[in-house]
């Protein structure tokens, strides 16, 4: 015989126990009262999950349509860059002083090597997809916020590092610039935001009790 789809919540009615769905839909509510389904309730974690998939979706998608308003790229988005070309140059400056910046464009004196910090080169993205993670994550707001922090400075840390060596593959090895521009360090930093964001889970991303994640939010 197979088993009764639905349990009676209680055992009224002459200690009737148990009635299969067709017999609920054929009897009467005095032969079949209240029933209670068997199956188990959905587990807290899942909504945790897909509310912070929902978030990161929504700052991802926010964070991108800012920047493609052209006052954000001619505003702070183009200032940046030449930040990022002056502190290239300063980072370069010990070892080298034949090096000189002009706006967002390294080059070296002599002309025989140069790059220019543009969009898609100046690590912002992948910064903004990482920010989008960590504040979407149900954590302690200072926890977030610090998070966001260290990924970007770890980010434009090792960006800085990639400007000065694509401006030295430039001169000394061309034929290995494209190589190592499109695919060596964009992987590199990628990495470089993964491992910080896995890192950051290790210290905040410990399971909680449901009602503390939903006080959270």
Same mark, same amino acid.
């Given at each position: 015989?197979?088993?009764?789809?639905?349990?009676?919540?209680?055992q009224?009615?002459g200690?009737v126990?148990?009635?299969?769905?067709?017999?609920a839909?054929?009897?009467?509510?005095?032969?079949?009262?209240?029933l209670?389904?068997?199956?188990?309730a959905?587990n807290?974690?899942?909504?945790?999950a897909?509310?912070?998939?929902?978030?990161?979706?929504?700052?991802a998608?926010?964070g991108v349509?800012?920047?493609?308003?052209?006052?954000?790229?001619?505003g702070?988005?183009?200032?940046?860059?030449?930040v990022? #070309? !002056?502190? @290239?140059?300063?980072?370069?400056s010990? $070892?080298?002083?034949? %090096?000189?910046? *002009?706006?967002?464009? /390294?080059?070296f004196?002599d002309?025989?090597?140069?790059?220019?910090?543009?969009?898609?080169?100046?690590?912002?993205?992948v910064?903004?997809?990482?920010?989008?993670?960590?504040?979407?994550?149900?954590?302690?707001?200072?926890?977030?916020?610090?998070?966001v922090?260290?990924?970007?400075?770890?980010?434009?840390?090792?960006?800085?590092?990639r400007?000065?060596?694509?401006?030295?593959l #430039? !001169?000394? @090895?061309?034929?290995?610039?494209?190589f $190592?521009?499109?695919? %060596?360090?964009? *992987?590199?930093?990628? /990495?470089?935001?993964?491992?910080?964001?896995f890192?950051?889970?290790?210290?905040?991303?410990?399971?909680?009790?449901?009602?503390?994640?939903?006080?959270?939010?």
């Amino acid at each position: 015989m197979a088993p009764p789809l639905f349990t009676l919540a209680s055992q009224p009615y002459g200690g009737v126990r148990n009635c299969t769905l067709e017999q609920a839909q054929r009897s009467s509510f005095k032969k079949c009262p209240v029933l209670k389904s068997k199956k188990t309730a959905k587990n807290p974690a899942d909504a945790v999950a897909i509310a912070f998939g929902i978030k990161f979706v929504v700052l991802a998608l926010l964070g991108v349509g800012v920047l493609a308003i052209p006052a954000v790229d001619t505003g702070i988005i183009a200032p940046f860059n030449d930040v990022l #070309a !002056r502190a @290239a140059g300063w980072l370069i400056s010990p $070892f080298r002083d034949d %090096v000189n910046v *002009a706006g967002r464009v /390294l080059s070296f004196a002599d002309g025989r090597g140069a790059v220019a910090v543009a969009g898609g080169c100046n690590g912002v993205e992948v910064c903004l997809i990482m920010s989008a993670a960590l504040l979407a994550f149900p954590a302690p707001i200072l926890a977030r916020i610090g998070g966001v922090i260290v990924c970007i400075l770890s980010i434009q840390a090792i960006n800085l590092i990639r400007i000065a060596s694509l401006l030295f593959l #430039a !001169r000394y @090895a061309h034929d290995w610039f494209e190589f $190592f521009h499109t695919y %060596v360090w964009d *992987a590199v930093i990628l /990495l470089d935001a993964i491992l910080i964001f896995f890192l950051w889970l290790r210290l905040y991303g410990k399971p909680k009790p449901a009602a503390a994640i939903v006080a959270q939010g």
